[in-house]
């Protein structure tokens, strides 16, 4: 998270799920909501809910989209009443896709954007402090809800996005140790061949992880003085990225490996091959491949 972040996301979360703000909404705080769309019959919709309290008689905000309809319908309940809907008459989700939902709190709204796109801006019709609890339910599957503070943040901006640069570097700040999470969302080009998520140690490779769109897999290795090891390519599911659709990668160091899912699905595991985690501290990603959130 940001400087002045305070709150760890929640994981894999079951839905439907409630879970506690802490400190409450404040200006300038990004919540991301990245998950999967249930392709299920006679499930048309599900809902984010920010409000205050775990009844749902108290809404700040509802974000309802409904796929037998084609819309998304944004409200505001106040005492168990509903008031007037505002409806975008278009979708931005797809049953069975991946998707990354980001709401950021601004002084008179909230902005929305779907992976990586301004969607839409919902003005305030309650006092936005006095939400405390984040609400899902519906036909999805989460892969985490995240917190960012950021006083300014590209989602301000509705005509602009955030920039990565491809490579894209950034630090790990203590470096790799047990129960840290790294998170990568993204889009995969309709062009894409290949791109590569590192993660490094000085000028070696701990960990080489390099999606291969036209071979249909993900291979693995590590670099250590120049000299790459043996590769792994065993996959314990389909190839989970796919030309022209978003995704999620979630990598969990334990003790002895790393733990990789992509949009909320186990995809495999790599034994350590570099003993010092801590000094495993860099962050690169490369190749054909757009940034949308990056965590470590």
Request: proline share 5%; charged share 15%.
């Amino acid at each position: 998270m940001a400087s002045g972040a305070m709150q760890f996301p929640y994981l894999s979360p079951a839905v439907p799920f409630q879970g506690f703000i802490q400190g409450g909404l404040q200006d300038g705080l990004k919540i991301t909501i990245a998950g999967y769309v249930l392709n299920v019959y006679g499930e048309n919709r599900f809902h984010v809910n920010l409000q205050n309290g775990g009844s749902g008689n108290d809404v700040a905000f509802h974000f309802n989209p409904r796929f037998n309809e084609g819309l998304v319908v944004c409200n505001t309940k106040q005492n168990g009443c509903w008031g007037p809907e505002e409806r975008e008459r278009r979708m931005p989700f797809r049953k069975g896709n991946t998707f990354e939902l980001c709401i950021l709190v601004r002084s008179a709204s909230f902005t929305v954007n779907v992976d990586g796109n301004f969607f839409n801006q919902y003005s305030h019709r309650v006092p936005f402090h006095l939400v405390d609890t984040i609400a899902v339910a519906g036909c999805v599957q989460l892969s985490y809800i995240n917190f960012e503070s950021s006083v300014v943040s590209a989602l301000a901006y509705p005509d602009t996005n955030p920039v990565y640069p491809m490579p894209y570097f950034t630090l790990i700040s203590g470096g790799l140790s047990p129960s840290k999470n790294i998170f990568i969302s993204g889009i995969v080009p309709h062009n894409s061949n290949s791109f590569y998520i590192s993660l490094r140690s000085g000028n070696d490779i701990a960990f080489h992880m390099c999606a291969q769109l036209l071979e249909n897999t993900v291979v693995r290795n590590t670099q250590i003085y120049s000299s790459w090891g043996l590769q792994e390519c065993s996959l314990l599911g389909p190839m989970p990225f796919v030309r022209g659709q978003g995704f999620q990668v979630r990598i969990l160091c334990e003790n002895h490996c790393l733990k990789v899912a992509v949009n909320g699905q186990h995809l495999f595991e790599y034994k350590h091959r570099m003993a010092y985690l801590p000094g495993i501290n860099n962050l690169e990603v490369g190749g054909d491949v757009q940034l949308s959130h990056v965590q470590t």
